[in-house]
């Protein structure tokens, strides 16, 4: 099922790029439309684990003529966001308790008078019929907030999850780690289950407490420790960066020196695989029909050059880090063949493109190396914030470098 087809078929295409997060319940109607034969559907979302065998399910609802299995959502209607969203649809005595259905069970006939409801809703909607707080904006229920308030508006027959085994691992967070499942077989269900990337992801997205990354021993470090570094620390970089907590920076560093010692440095240039801009093509470049910008930041070092401008005054190359840095070191690794045009070169940063300030100049009647020997380094005696830094040459001339690196 496609979001177009969601507007087709006669739902609220809402909010947009995000319809099936938002509304699951869709795809049960369109399975339902196609598959009218089925008495009852299952439904079970790629990151929820099942322990029990569905048949019980499904024979209860047949012998108990019940409507749906599912989970009452445990936080109270008060605390939860979308019940506020669900209740302008519906009056005053029907009870708004959500619904996971993340893992659940619906008779046809259920899904059949869902579908019915929320047509009536999506008409109501774009009639503008449901007050709002601001001029054209929507008021939509969320599904699981839908499905609960369809219940109790139905007296639809229902019966929890718990009738079949443990819950007590199911719920819309915390998540639980994949690795984790051995220990959780004898919980009927366990939702969210996430691979380690998908873990950490989530952690920063529900603002969980990150500091416990550092603390020896705790939960989240000792998680954080079966992940794989290379995924994990370039994250949580990028969120403490966000934040501006140069401190959490410094003890990520520590934390991924621990694990993989020298090896962690590469984890630290910001640089690498970042946009970049240069003043003008050469003749001698690859091609002058493929950009070669972000060449000389592509984290592979081989004595050649990465971007190559033509002969002109003051050539210059500036990558985007997409985002502001703590920066500690520069490393610029010089074509091997030649590299005196770099004799004089510049540097210069900004975080605003229009507002820049001189980091760097070398003068020098010897050349600095790249590839064949020690790169250029540039260490500021204090760190400096920037997103753009400018390399030139304040002289006409071609400029052309191997790589760059800007470690945080």
Known sequence: MTEQMSETEGYLRYPAENVFWYNTDYQLYHFVDRHPEYEYIFICEYDCTVNIDISTIVEAMAEKGLSFVGERIRTPPSDWYWAALVRPYYSGDVEIAGRLVCCAAFSRGFARQLQAARRDHTRRALAQEIPTMEPNAIVWPNNEAFVGAEIARTSAAELPLSAFGDTSH???????????LPNLSD?????????GPRYMRSLVNLKGDLEDLFRK????????????????????????ADAKNWAAVEQLRTYASERIGELARVLFNVARGKPATQSSTSRWSRSPYLAEDAVAVNG??????????????????????EGIYLIREICIYNRTDPPCRSRSLAMSYSTDLMHWTTLYCHESDSDFSGADGLPLAIRPSNPVEL???????????FFHLDEVEIYV
Not at 170 to 177: R, S
């Open 170 to 180: 199911y719920d819309w967070a915390p998540p639980h780690l994949e690795i984790e």
């Open 187 to 195: 919980c009927a269900v366990v939702h969210p289950v996430l691979d």
């Open 217 to 240: 021993g705790s939960h989240l470090r000792h998680r954080m420790d079966q992940c794989d570094p290379a995924y994990v620390v370039p994250m949580f970089l990028q969120h403490f």
């Open 300 to 321: 592979q070092v081989t004595g050649q050059f990465g971007f190559h401008t033509d002969l002109e005054a003051d050539p210059w190359w500036c990558v985007d880090l």
């Open 387 to 397: 997103r753009f830094l400018r390399v030139h040459l304040p002289q006409k001339e």
